[in-house]
């Protein structure tokens, strides 16, 4: 059961425009949520996190966007990078430690 | 500190043969996850300690997977007669628990396991 799914397994944007990424869940006791950027041959690495309890978080150029009726988060990164390209995962967390990981976006930045 | 390290990085073994995974992790972090991946997949949560305390183990895999982290400091995955469908990447991950639960987990580069 992939209860954190992103539906989108690429996607190729222009350096200096936005890229968002995005994220959707089925189990509303989701507390927690966190994005993660993965380069090849690397473990993820934490980027940024939300709590169920906010809409927004921003960090730099890293916005988070969590929108808890429609289920559905989002990554925003202003502006793209070329060295942004990565694989990035959504996960969200249950009470009781357990995470659940989204089978991850591959973004591209074109210089 | 250096970060979760883990080894070996890669392994091939034959089926049915036991392996092992060791993980240790950043030096103050009380908590350490054991995630799965395979190719096109997100990590999939296995297990997770809170010091020596095995805390969840019901999504390990099968009976053939164990975890352990006997001083609550480094940590060992065994996989005992493996089986091909056992090849994919394991992770580690630890972190450090806070009062608001809002914890960051940081992961080692992973063991990336091939079963002939």
């Known amino acids: 059961d992939q209860q954190v799914k992103q539906n989108s397994p690429s996607l190729s944007v222009q350096e200096g425009r936005i890229s968002i990424l995005n994220c959707d869940y089925t189990?509303?006791?989701?507390?927690?949520f966190l994005w993660y950027k993965k380069y090849p041959a690397e473990g993820p690495t934490f980027l940024i996190s939300?709590?169920?309890?906010?809409d927004k978080n921003e960090d730099g150029r890293f916005t988070v966007f969590l929108n808890k009726s429609a289920k559905h988060l989002s990554l925003h990164i202003v502006p793209s990078q070329p060295g942004d390209s990565a694989v990035y995962f959504c996960?969200?967390?249950?009470?009781?430690?357990?995470?659940?990981f989204g089978t991850g976006t591959s973004l591209t930045v074109i210089p | 500190d250096t970060g979760v390290s883990q080894n070996p990085r890669h392994k091939i073994t034959k089926r049915g043969q036991n392996v092992t995974f060791r993980c240790d992790p950043i030096?103050?972090?009380?908590?350490l996850y054991w995630y799965r991946q395979t190719l096109g997949q997100g990590p999939e949560f296995l297990t997770y300690?809170?010091?020596?305390?095995?805390?969840?183990k019901s999504r390990l895999l099968s009976d053939r997977f164990s975890a352990e982290r006997p001083k609550g400091s480094f940590s060992t995955l065994e996989i005992q007669r493996t089986e091909q469908g056992d090849s994919a990447m394991y992770l580690c991950?630890?972190?450090?628990?806070?009062?608001?639960?809002?914890?960051?987990?940081?992961f080692g580069p992973g063991t990336r396991l091939l079963v002939l």
């Open positions: 189990n509303s006791m989701f507390d927690y």
């Open positions: 939300i709590s169920s309890i906010k």
């Open positions: 996960a969200a967390k249950l009470t009781g430690n357990q995470f659940y």
């Open positions: 300690f809170q010091n020596e305390a095995q805390l969840e």
């Open positions: 030096s103050e972090h009380n908590r």
């Open positions: 991950a630890s972190s450090l628990d806070t009062a608001g639960g809002w914890e960051t987990q940081y």
